[in-house]
């Protein structure tokens, strides 16, 4: 069972507006959560990390937020640019220790046009 | 500066065929990892590893082997390739288990 759901599947912009991309999941524990870049053929690149309880991160123009009552996070990209074209991976860690495991998502496929 | 590389690029082989996936990590990591993606899926961890000699066993592990050979390097095995196995393979190295990611860019395999 899919223990990490990402909407929308895909998501076509113009470039200079904002999106934002959900993550809910059922991970338990949920120690931490990770939003990647994927660029098409290529591997991921950590944006940002969220452990806390209502953690908000911001990273340029990434930011984030999460609920853990809710289990549920965002991925806001405000001002997009040609370059943000790529998929965004969601990912929750289920434990801080060495036997911890990451569950993905499948991704949201972003495609910003001009 | 730290990386982690993955060999070859891509890899084209015959049902039955013998593959290797290699990587390696100049991260000084402890942790590292092989995953798959394939579409519609998120990324499943076939093996990972602690440390040189170290093996565990993933989500998805089977028809695939694993060794961890050194800290740096650690390889997948495919002695049997099936089209199933057809897929695109990631290796990643982290310092702990919580700690950041480093992903190389991917192996594409095809089996036919």
């Known amino acids: 069972k899919t223990q990490v759901e990402q909407s929308p599947q895909s998501l076509v912009v113009r470039q200079g507006e904002n999106c934002v991309l959900q993550?809910?999941?059922?991970?338990?524990?949920?120690?931490?959560l990770r939003w990647f870049k994927q660029d098409t053929g290529k591997g991921l690149v950590s944006l940002t990390v969220l452990v806390h309880e209502n953690d908000k991160t911001s990273n340029g123009r990434y930011s984030a937020t999460l609920d853990k009552d809710a289990k549920h996070s965002t991925l806001h990209i405000t001002a997009t640019l040609l370059d943000d074209t790529a998929t965004y991976i969601c990912v929750v860690g289920d434990r801080g220790s060495a036997l911890g495991r990451l569950h993905f998502g499948a991704g949201t496929q972003l495609i910003v046009i001009p | 500066e730290a990386a982690v590389t993955q060999s070859p690029r891509n890899k084209v082989t015959v049902t039955g065929g013998n593959v290797t996936l290699s990587c390696r990590q100049t991260n000084s990591h402890n942790y590292m990892y092989w995953y798959r993606q394939d579409t519609g899926h998120g990324l499943r961890l076939i093996h990972y590893?602690?440390?040189?000699?170290?093996?565990q066993i993933g989500d998805v592990p089977d028809g695939y082997k694993a060794t961890r050979t050194t800290q740096e390097d650690f390889f997948l095995l495919l002695e049997l390739a099936s089209p199933s196995q057809t897929s695109l393979y990631f290796c990643a190295s982290s310092g702990t288990a919580n700690s950041d990611y480093t992903f190389g860019s991917g192996t594409r395999l095809l089996v036919i």
């Open positions: 993550c809910n999941y059922s991970v338990t524990p949920d120690n931490h």
């Open positions: 590893s602690y440390g040189a000699g170290n093996l």
